[in-house]
């Protein structure tokens, strides 16, 4: 039997494992921002197609991984967005709030590129 490890959903599989370790070994919020009581980030996505993932809203708290990579939530892509960025200059500024946009960089079937757009807000709750 011959293993396939270049197949889009090895890939893919490969590029989570790697968020999974990252995740891991990122500090806890209370360490990386300790003026900081919570942050929540807001998703909404649009597309070109009928079927959208859902809003999604996701509170860090202090004991929570200071992670902000998040995998494309098509089941079929490889992509993922990286708000590190945005979440660095919001609290490097003493700003509360922050928007923006992000297309996924990502491939889905048959190398296609990714069309998902996020669009997101971040929100933070200081000590």
Known sequence: MKLVLNSPAAIRNAAREKQKRDRAAAPVLSARYPQLATLQLEFDFSD???????????????????????????NDCNGEFDLT???????????????????????????????????????????
């Open 48 to 74: 070109q197609g009928d079927f959208l993932p859902s809003p999604q809203v996701v509170i860090f708290h202090p004991p929570a991984r200071a992670y902000f990579r998040f995998a494309c939530p098509y």
């Open 85 to 127: 960025a945005p979440v660095n200059e919001m609290i490097s500024s003493n700003a509360h709030n922050a928007e923006g946009e992000q297309r996924c960089a990502g491939k889905r079937h048959g190398e296609a590129p990714c069309t998902l757009n996020l669009e997101y807000s971040i929100s933070a709750q200081r000590n």
